[in-house]
């Protein structure tokens, strides 16, 4: 403990200091500095090549109802469904198909990132 001139005492602690009057005064705070280098590359997008990667991922949905293939690699089953589909509900014409494909991102030039 410390005195002040007009004789009030003064307590400081570790990061905290007090003043006359008793109002506690705040250590500056240092402010951490984050470096980073950012590299500008050219990239390529191409289909996924990962052998377990499928090429397409086909699905149907009839318009009419909420029935839906099963999501297919081959599109001829979900074309096969809707063949079917129509045959047991003839005024179910309508189908949305979409279609998932797997994708890469790459550096060109065979940089890495």
Not at 41 to 60: D, F, G, K
């Amino acid at each position: 403990m410390g005195r002040t001139a007009g004789g009030s005492t003064t307590a400081q602690s570790p990061g905290r200091s007090e003043r006359a009057g008793g109002r506690a005064q705040r250590p500056q705070q240092e402010r951490a500095v984050t470096r980073s280098v950012f590299r500008y590359l050219r990239w390529t997008m191409a289909p996924e090549t990962a052998p377990e990667a499928p090429e397409m991922v086909h699905e149907l949905e009839c318009m009419s109802c909420d029935a839906a293939a099963d999501p297919s690699e081959e599109f001829e089953t979900a074309r096969d469904w809707a063949f079917s589909h129509t045959g047991q509900h003839p005024s179910h014409r309508g189908y949305r198909e979409t279609v998932t494909r797997f994708w890469r991102m790459a550096p060109t030039g065979g940089e890495r990132p």
